[in-house]
């Protein structure tokens, strides 16, 4: 599935931190990385990443730079579009996304309404 459009793109750096997080968290090799949108947040909905076993009846699979991946459909109405990538400087460590689907955000940069 490498080679397919993906829904969801990741830049070098965001891959390259999830391997790493993967190996140094020895997940299962059946796991892929979750990507979903919840509820909640200061700007009504927020981000969640976690390495979880699909879902085959609700979830889309796709590989990118390595990185298995899936997401619910509920959450890929809102992260089509979308980049993800790492920081790792004065202003911050963690993933960023940029998600053209996001109308506003809180000034924590993990909730955004659409």
């Not at 829904?7 to 070098?12: A, E, F, K, N, Y």
């Not at 190996?23 to 979880?52: I, K, M, T, W």
């Amino acid at each position: 599935m490498e080679n397919e459009e993906t829904p969801i793109t990741l830049t070098d750096k965001a891959a390259e931190m999830i391997l790493k997080i993967r190996a140094d968290e020895n997940v299962p090799e059946d796991h892929a990385l979750r990507l979903q949108v919840r509820g909640g947040g200061c700007s009504g909905f927020s981000y969640d990443l976690h390495f979880d076993a699909p879902k085959p009846d609700i979830d889309r699979r796709f590989t990118v730079k390595g990185v298995a991946m899936v997401v619910d459909q509920m959450s890929l109405m809102y992260l089509a579009g979308t980049e993800i990538d790492y920081l790792d400087g004065l202003t911050g460590t963690g993933f960023k996304f940029k998600n053209p689907n996001v109308k506003s955000t809180c000034g924590c940069g993990s909730s955004f309404s659409a």
